[in-house]
């Protein structure tokens, strides 16, 4: 059962536009979410959390918008650059710790 | 830099053999999680330790084994190992034991011919 899922496979934008890159859940009891970027032959580096008291963080560029009614979240980044290229995935912690995450979706920033 | 680090970043093997990985986790941090990245399966947590101790054990093979010793570091053993075992395994850590953000480490890619 995938409990939190990204629908697009990759995403491809301008240089300076808004980035928006979607990510569903299933599990209703789920209480905060992150999202982590993540280039080739690195780990994943934590960009922003948002937990489900909340309808919105900001940090940056980046800010996370949380739906609990459609079980949605995006992550916005704006303007978007060329070294933001990169997979991004969400992620929740279930059972306690472990991450569950996303398909991922790759973002390309075309200069 | 995230503060995790794995050691070694590749490793190539052949199919029955046994491997270890090796990760420290950043300074303070007691729990320790590995992660298994494939191609087919995407990020898959395998087993999470806190303070010496195991805590969470997601789908991690019986061939597959870790431990974290005092010092907080911790290392993952596969044992006969298939084709398909060939992956991206990573580190994380982070302070407690649930709910806070995962610091990840830049992965072992371990390749078996």
């Known amino acids: 059962d995938q409990q939190v899922k990204q629908n697009s496979p990759s995403l491809s934008v301008q240089e300076g536009r808004i980035s928006i890159l979607n990510c569903d859940y299933t599990?209703?009891?789920?209480?905060?979410f992150l999202w982590y970027k993540k280039y080739p032959a690195e780990g994943p580096t934590f960009l922003i959390s948002?937990?489900?008291?909340?309808d919105k963080n900001e940090d940056g560029r980046f800010t996370v918008f949380l739906n609990k009614s459609a079980k949605h979240l995006s992550l916005h980044i704006v303007p978007s650059q060329p070294g933001d290229s990169a997979v991004y995935f969400c992620?929740?912690?279930?059972?306690?710790?472990?991450?569950?995450f996303g398909e991922g979706t790759q973002l390309t920033v075309n200069p | 830099d995230s503060g995790v680090t794995q050691t070694p970043k590749h490793l190539i093997t052949a199919t029955g053999q046994r491997v270890t990985l090796r990760c420290s986790p950043r300074?303070?941090?007691?729990?320790v999680y590995w992660y298994q990245q494939s191609l087919d399966q995407g990020l898959q947590f395998l087993i999470q330790?806190?303070?010496?101790?195991?805590?969470a054990k997601g789908n991690i093979l019986e061939r597959f084994s870790a431990q974290q010793f005092p010092d907080l570091h911790s290392e993952l053993n596969l044992s006969s190992l298939e084709l398909g075992d060939s992956a991206l395994y990573f580190c994380?850590?982070?302070?407690?034991?649930?709910?806070?953000?995962?610091?990840f480490g830049p992965g072992t890619r371990l390749l078996v011919l």
């Open positions: 599990n209703s009891m789920f209480d905060y």
């Open positions: 948002i937990s489900s008291i909340k």
């Open positions: 994380a850590s982070s302070p407690g034991l649930a709910g806070e953000t995962q610091y």
């Open positions: 992620a929740a912690p279930t059972s306690g710790s472990r991450l569950t």
């Open positions: 330790y806190y303070n010496g101790e195991e805590r």
């Open positions: 300074s303070g941090d007691l729990s």
